[in-house]
C-alpha cells in the first residue's frame, strides 16, 4: 500500500533553530499532509501541499513537494520547547501515514 | 469547534473478551476511519468508513470488525481479544474524501491481558 516514510526516525535540536525533516512515498499523489503528534494524545493536522504546489508556508512551517522525487520536507522555523512531538506525512488520499518523526527541543 | 470524541482512553481486558471501542465525531463528516499504533510501526489503517452502514478494509482488517449505523459514530470491534492487540488506537473523521485534513480522536489506549 502507498505509504510516506519520514526521515530522520528521531531528531534533537536545541531550541531556537531550525528543524527539518523529510517524507518519501512510493505513487504519485493528489496531496500530502502533514500532522502533529503530542506524546499519547491524537494527530493535528498541520499543513496540507497539492501536487501542483512545490511550495507552502504556514507561520513557522514550510513545506516542500518534489514530485519529480517523491518527496517532501518539512521546516520548522525557530523551534520551541512545545514543538516537541512526533511528526508525521500522509499521503494519497491522506489515510496512508508513515512511522514519523520523532521530534525533541532541548532547551 | 471540531471534536472527535473516544469513548476510553485507556482499557484493560482479558484474553477472549468482545471488546467495543467507540468514536463520535460531531461534524457531520462523511468518512470515519479506524487506526492502530505501535512503536516502530506508526499508524496502520485498520477500517474506514465512507457513509453510514459503509465500511472498507484497510490494510491491518483481520480481528476487527466496525460498525457504522449512524453518521456521527463509527465502532471499532475486537470479537475476541488478543495480546498481540494491545495497541494504542485512533479514530479520525474528514469532510472529504481526497482533499480533506483528517480530525483525530485523543486515542484509546488498550491493554489485553
Known amino acids: 500500500s502507498q505509504q510516506g516514510e519520514e526521515d530522520p526516525q528521531a531528531l534533537s535540536i536545541q531550541e531556537g533553530e531550525n528543524a527539518t525533516m523529510n517524507c518519501s512515498y512510493k505513487?504519485?499523489?493528489?496531496?500530502l499532509q502533514w500532522y502533529r503528534q503530542n506524546s499519547g494524545r491524537g494527530l493535528v493536522h498541520l499543513i496540507l501541499?497539492?501536487?501542483?504546489?512545490r511550495e507552502k508556508h504556514s507561520g513557522r512551517l514550510r513545506v516542500t513537494l518534489d514530485t519529480s522525487k517523491k518527496s517532501s520536507s518539512l521546516l520548522i522555523t525557530a523551534s520551541r520547547a512545545a514543538d516537541t512531538a512526533s511528526y508525521f506525512c500522509a499521503t494519497d488520499i491522506g489515510i496512508i501515514f508513515g512511522k514519523g518523526t520523532r521530534l525533541h527541543i532541548l532547551p | 469547534d471540531v471534536k472527535v470524541t473516544q469513548s476510553s482512553r485507556y482499557l484493560v481486558k482479558r484474553t477472549g473478551e468482545k471488546v467495543f471501542l467507540e468514536c463520535v465525531q460531531d461534524m457531520d463528516h462523511e468518512n470515519m476511519f479506524w487506526y492502530r499504533q505501535d512503536p516502530g510501526l506508526g499508524l496502520r489503517l485498520i477500517y474506514f468508513s465512507y457513509d453510514v452502514k459503509m465500511k472498507e478494509k484497510g490494510d491491518i482488517p483481520e480481528g476487527y470488525s466496525v460498525s457504522r449505523e449512524k453518521k456521527e459514530r463509527f465502532s471499532l470491534i475486537l470479537e475476541s481479544a488478543s495480546t498481540n492487540q494491545t495497541s494504542m488506537y485512533l479514530c479520525a473523521s474528514s469532510l472529504s474524501f481526497g482533499t480533506g485534513e483528517l480530525f483525530f480522536g485523543e486515542g484509546s489506549r488498550l491493554t489485553v491481558l
Open positions: 505513487t504519485s499523489i493528489n496531496n
Open positions: 501541499i497539492r501536487s501542483n504546489e
